[in-house]
Nanobody, 122 residues
Framework: QVQLVESGGGLVQAGGSLRLSCAAS????????MAWFRQAPGKEREFVAA????????YYADSVKGRFTLSKDNAKNTVYLQMNSLKPEDTAVYYC???????????????WGKGTLVTVSS
């Protein structure tokens, strides 16, 4: 059982920045991919970004490409989502997720964190 704990959410003005962290209790072969999803009120959960503990590039949704940067610290079992140039439409609960493969769909997710709220004011 992999436990994921998010932190770093909060209230920020449009154009501002936030950094989210996701600490995993362990890294496993079957949960090599770490991802962020978000869910705005009344909307479905959507993919934001993903990265593999084992290496390789990062993957981003078109809506955040160029503004968000995903990184990892294997020694700390932690992934970071740096969010710059935030927009009101980025307001959502952000969830950390672990899976065996990198995909933009939620059906492959093995573990979810409880989420952290990001609110961007205009």
């Amino acid at each position: 059982q992999v436990q994921l704990v998010e932190s770093g959410g909060g209230l920020v003005q449009a154009g501002g920045s936030l950094r989210l962290s996701c600490a995993a209790s362990e890294r496993t072969f079957s949960n090599d991919a770490m991802a962020w999803f978000r869910q705005a009120p009344g909307k479905e959960r959507e993919f934001v970004a993903a990265i593999r503990w084992s290496g390789g590039g990062s993957y981003y949704a078109d809506s955040v490409k160029g503004r968000f940067t995903l990184s990892k610290d294997n020694a700390k079992n932690t992934v970071y989502l740096q969010m710059n140039s935030l927009k009101p439409e980025d307001t959502a609960v952000y969830y950390c997720a672990a899976s065996g493969v990198v995909r933009t769909t939620t059906d492959v997710i093995n573990y979810w964190g409880k989420g952290t709220l990001v609110t961007v004011s205009s």
